[in-house]
Each structure stands twice: as structure tokens, then as C-alpha cells.
T-cell receptor, first 113, second 112 residues
Framework: AAGVIQSPRHLIKEKRETATLKCYPIPRHDTVYWYQQGPGQDPQFLISFYEKMQSDKGSIPDRFSAQQFSDYHSELNMSSLELGDSALYFC????????????FGPGTRLTVL | DAKTTQPPSMDCAEGRAANLPCNHSTISGNEYVYWYRQIHSQGPQYIIHGLKNNETNEMASLIITEDRKSSTLILPHATLRDTAVYYCIAGMSGAGSYQLTFGKGTKLSVIP
């Protein structure tokens, strides 16, 4: 069965650089969520999109932005990277008309040096 | 979303049933109980959810008390691959997007 695809899987950046993470949801899933998981922490919600519109916003820094495109894939753009941004970033998707079962991708591990 | 409380860790012998408790005494009438698990650094995995009736699927069973203030996730025959952090989350369902609020979860260790 198709799963959520995230790219890249690993990313190393320097402080103050920018990064773009991509998420390709499961086919027929119209809602995308982004979560951040710092070392030893639990996943924290960043932002979500429903039918290509931003729907909810969590603890996402102003340096980050995201969007969902016409094919439902989503990109998380991160600028002025800080050491504290080093984390696992998970994307999850939810089926159109479904319950709240979210299906997570394998994550992108971002390391900021 | 209602706050949930889980024990920080539990051990279970391989082949035995693992019973993971969760308290959600402030859950509202239209909030579901969701269970996810995260195997080391992998993306969280949906397990099961329920509103007030007990539920069973190929992975687990969910027992919700009649007053809905607590629930138990049951893995009937735990294997070493079930070692993970298990999260109990109270949340909405239906149209719209509802983010998951992860708490501390229970670290389940399945012992050979």
C-alpha cells in the first residue's frame, strides 16, 4: 500500500541557511500535517492544510512557512536556521472524508551545524 | 483537547498480553480516544480509536470504561517488535483537520 513520502530523509545545514522539506501524501488524502520532534521529545504539531488551505497552526516559528499545492503535496520552508531546529520533521496525511486517523511518513532528520 | 495521563513505562513478557492504561477524565462527549505508537525514531503509527464502544482490529483491542474517563489498549500477544512508545490521545474526528496533541506516552518494553 502507498505510504506518505518525505524527502529528503536526511539534511544537514549550517546556521542561518534555509531548508525545504517535501511531503507527498497518500493518494486521496487531502489533509496534511507537519510535526516536529526534537531529541528526546514527543512530536509537536506545527501546521496543517486541508484542501490546500492552511487550517491550523501550532508552535511553528515565524521563520517557517508551509503550503500545500494543487496535487496535495506540501512543502515546509525553513529560513534562518538555528541549532535548535535540529529535529525530526514528520508529515502525516488524512483521508478525505475519513476519521482523524493520521498516517505518518518516515520523517526528515534535519541537523543544523 | 482533553489531557491524557499514561504511566511512563511498562514491561511485558513476549507472548503475553500487554495492557496499557490511559486516563482521560476531562474528555468531552464528542472526543474520541486514539492510540498511536512510535517505534524508535520512526513515524508514529496509528493503532486504533474509539468513542465509547470497545473496538478491535488486527493490531489491538481498545476497552473504554462506561464513564469514558479511562481506557486500556490491549496487545493480545506482544512480540519484540511491539517495543515502542505508545501514545493515548483524545481528539476530534470528522470533517476539518484536527491535529494530534502528543503527551509523554508509555514506553513499552517487550522482554524475551
Amino acid at each position: 500500500a502507498a505510504g506518505v513520502i518525505q524527502s529528503p530523509r536526511h539534511l544537514i545545514k549550517e546556521k542561518r541557511e534555509t531548508a525545504t522539506l517535501k511531503c507527498y501524501p497518500i493518494p486521496r488524502h487531502d489533509t496534511v500535517y507537519w510535526y516536529q520532534q526534537g531529541p528526546g521529545q514527543d512530536p509537536q504539531f506545527l501546521i496543517s492544510f486541508y484542501e490546500k488551505m492552511q487550517s491550523d497552526k501550532g508552535s511553528i516559528p515565524d521563520r517557517f512557512s508551509a503550503q500545500q499545492f494543487s496535487d496535495y503535496h506540501s512543502e515546509l520552508n525553513m529560513s534562518s536556521l538555528e541549532l535548535g531546529d535540529s529535529a525530526l520533521y514528520f508529515c502525516a496525511s488524512r483521508e478525505r472524508g475519513g476519521g482523524n486517523e493520521q498516517f505518518f511518513g518516515p520523517g526528515t532528520r534535519l541537523t543544523v551545524l | 483537547d482533553a489531557k491524557t495521563t499514561q504511566p511512563p513505562s511498562m514491561d511485558c513478557a513476549e507472548g503475553r498480553a500487554a495492557n496499557l492504561p490511559c486516563n482521560h477524565s476531562t474528555i468531552s462527549g464528542n472526543e474520541y480516544v486514539y492510540w498511536y505508537r512510535q517505534i524508535h525514531s520512526q513515524g508514529p503509527q496509528y493503532i486504533i480509536h474509539g468513542l465509547k464502544n470497545n473496538e478491535t482490529n488486527e493490531m489491538a483491542s481498545l476497552i473504554i470504561t462506561e464513564d469514558r474517563k479511562s481506557s486500556t489498549l490491549i496487545l493480545p500477544h506482544a512480540t519484540l517488535r511491539d517495543t515502542a512508545v505508545y501514545y493515548c490521545i483524545a481528539g476530534m474526528s470528522g470533517a476539518g483537520s484536527y491535529q494530534l496533541t502528543f503527551g509523554k506516552g508509555t514506553k513499552l518494553s517487550v522482554i524475551p
